[in-house]
């Protein structure tokens, strides 16, 4: 089928040439293309690409002139790409994975201009916004900080008593991670998990609350033997997808001697609305 | 502060080597370091890095070997990124981000290879798994043929009544959108809507749909203007965002001459989840 939506390219014809503005992106359905740049004032070829790569994406990104030339190699089939198919959906993808996109384009050009002769070693230098790249580059630090806090032990573990007014007693605790960040200072829960959530980093964080609540629930049966109290503890949807979740949960209890009744998981929120 | 999480180097000193199997990537908090890579048996630089950039994050997203050398031009202080902190993200990303990613990595390699003198020019081979890329490149034309729908006119609205039963008369209709594509035959409004929610394709669908809508009901007045049905649509949170939504509703309405309270908009639930 021939629309404007499909591109047919006859062998030699130029579908782009170095230094056009850049419209549309492709996707190569069938045929073969060469892509080549000026080194020196000599066309060099940079490689030839077949069905099923991208073509052009680079100067949709940002909208800088075409780094090289293609020319169909034989009768090609191309899809064009819309700059906003991949404009908006970079949009919407976390910080870091933008980061990383806007630092491998700046990298490639860079490198394309210095090993063509075209430009002195240039500063690489980032086309993302600045202030968007330094959120990428906070969440980064922030997370190894986090790595460092569970090694170095520094989270801690809040009990936050449940009262059963019944009885009067305090029929258990609540448990609450709190993060005091030598820089920051505290930094809320809900910024440290929500990160902790974005990878698996959440596992161990999961872990160590876990681990300080049954040292807790320890702790607590040798104070009142008859009433040994719960504790409740937040559990992510990333937790509960690893197959060794329950098995640890069991192990550390067993680990501390403390009965697995006494520990309450709580389901997030986030997990409910995946 | 000085800690594992934070790296350290004197002027002079190499970070990693071409060739050195990929352990993590860096981001450079401080001071300067310089990438070579030999061309031809000669150092070449391709660039000097400075802080707030990344550094090696190439590598550990496929595990290829270094591609360059870096070294210290200055004092520097880096922060080390785990892998996972890329892989995990890449990972949830959508998969025409993640073709764009891995698609730029095989390109910025093979040029890379072919410039530097140190292989024949190469087919551009993605890294991203095949199936993967594939998913991405069926967004891409699922999307362009949609575009193309539209502008061909090929989505189909219909209407189903909804009675009222005390009066035995149908009281309104509500709209559904269907589309035949002419290779796929039907597809699911499930797809073809969330795929157009992805991006701001989303809004001219719904102008399709609104106009289709108005149109019927301006045909629905010539046979019963006594008893004017209404007509419901769904509305995602896209569309609500654009600040002209309401304008274009009404609009559209007094083009065909229909009251604006025969309209019903319906929230769909992606936007209570938001």
Redesign the interface.
């Known amino acids: ?1 021939s ?3 499909r591109l047919k390219l006859v062998p030699g014809e130029v579908l782009f040439r170095e230094g056009d503005a850049p419209t549309t992106a492709f ?1 190569i359905e069938s045929g073969c293309l060469r ?1 080549t740049a000026l ?1 020196e004032g000599e066309a ?7 069905a ?3 073509l052009g ?2 100067a949709v ?1 940002d909208d800088a002139p075409r780094t090289a030339t293609a020319t169909a190699l034989s009768h090609c089939v191309l ?4 700059r ?3 404009a ?3 949009e ?3 910080p ?2 933008r ?3 806007f ?3 700046a ?2 050009r ?3 201009a ?3 002769g075209n430009a002195a ?4 230098e ?1 086309t993302l916004q ?1 202030a968007e ?2 959120e990428a ?1 906070d969440k ?2 922030l ?3 986090l ?2 806090a569970l ?1 170095l032990h520094a989270l801690e573990v809040l009990l936050q008593p449940i009262q059963d007014i019944a009885s009067g007693r305090t029929a258990g605790y609540e448990a609450l991670t709190r993060w005091h960040h ?2 920051r200072g505290p930094v809320s829960p809900a910024e440290f998990i929500a990160l902790a959530e ?4 959440i596992v161990p964080v999961g872990d160590y609350v876990l681990d300080e609540v049954c040292a807790a629930l320890q702790h607590f049966a040798t104070l009142a033997p008859a009433h040994p109290p719960f504790i409740a503890l937040n559990v992510s949807g990333r937790q509960l997808q690893d197959e060794s979740f329950v098995e640890r949960v069991l192990a550390r209890a067993q680990a501390h001697d403390v009965d697995p009744a006494q520990i309450k998981l709580e389901i997030t929120e986030s997990l409910v ?1 995946d």
Chains 1, 2 share one sequence.
């Open positions: 089928m629309s404007a939506y996707l892509v080194r060099v070829v940079l490689g030839d690409l077949g099923g790569a991208l994406e680079m990104l899809t064009p790409v819309d906003k198919q991949f908006e959906r970079l919407s993808a976390d870091v994975v980061a990383l996109v630092s491998q384009l990298r490639y860079s490198t394309l210095t090993l063509s070693p240039p500063s690489f980032s600045r790249a330094e580059h980064i630090r997370e190894n900080q790595r460092e090694e030598p820089q974005e990878t698996s980093l609305l």
